[in-house]
């Protein structure tokens, strides 16, 4: 029978080693060699327990205790397995997929693919939702005459399918805020790329857009925001 408590203490001793090789040596006062000391005993523990449960030692193989490229825990898998693991990463993966039980993984990596996709669906309804508030309130800002900043101009235009310029998008930036006739700007940046941007997006949002010779006197009226 293997006795743990010794594994423990050996892979404590092992992490230990490691640590006095990697690092630099420098004072350490006896009360942090107990608390380290401490600490590698839990993981050792905790180390015991994944390799003796083999779905947790699947789940925890990437973040766990467990590192298949870590000696000491390659040395308690083995003796508390009695299996001896193939060299390298790589191949130490593969040797736990079969030994976990490759149906099993299968299973597992559909369950995780379907929560990957299941978020990743969440997260794009959060935004489609985000945007579409989004380009409510500013449609309603700018047809009120109030500002819109230049970047929540960028990401409406982009919402609602606009090719936006990254010389544009690089400008709004800079954009403090911006209607159909005025800009406060940031910098000595040239706005007008943005006004255009802006007149694109309220003719999308089938709202009035300004006349071409309007866009002139937007140029004229351009002045910095203090």
Request: hydrophobic share 35%; charged share 30%.
């Amino acid at each position: 029978m293997v006795d743990k408590q010794k594994l423990v203490e050996e892979y404590v001793d092992g992490i230990m080693l490691q640590i006095r090789k990697t690092r630099p040596a420098g004072p350490v006062t006896q009360e942090e060699e107990i608390g380290n000391h401490e600490r590698l005993r839990k993981l050792g523990l905790q180390l015991i327990e994944e390799i003796a449960d083999k779905e947790s030692l699947y789940l925890r193989m990437w973040n766990g205790t467990f590192r298949p490229d870590n000696r000491c825990s390659r040395e308690m898998f083995q003796k508390l397995t009695g299996l001896q693991l193939p060299p390298g990463v790589k191949a130490t993966r593969e040797f736990l997929i079969a030994y976990i039980g490759p149906e099993w993984v299968s299973q597992q990596q559909e369950k995780e693919r379907a929560e990957r996709e299941a978020e990743a669906k969440r997260d794009r309804e959060q935004q489609e939702a985000y945007y579409a508030g989004l380009m409510d309130e500013i449609a309603t800002r700018t047809k009120s005459g109030q500002n819109i900043s230049g970047r929540e101009l960028v990401n409406l235009a982009r919402h609602i399918g606009i090719q936006v310029h990254p010389r544009t998008a690089g400008a709004a930036t800079n954009v403090e805020w911006i209607t159909v006739h005025r800009a406060g700007v940031r910098k000595n940046c040239n706005a007008q790329g943005c006004f255009r941007l802006l007149r694109d997006v309220l003719e999308l949002l089938n709202e009035e857009a300004p006349e071409e010779e309007g866009a002139t006197d937007l140029a004229r009226e351009l002045f910095h925001a203090s």
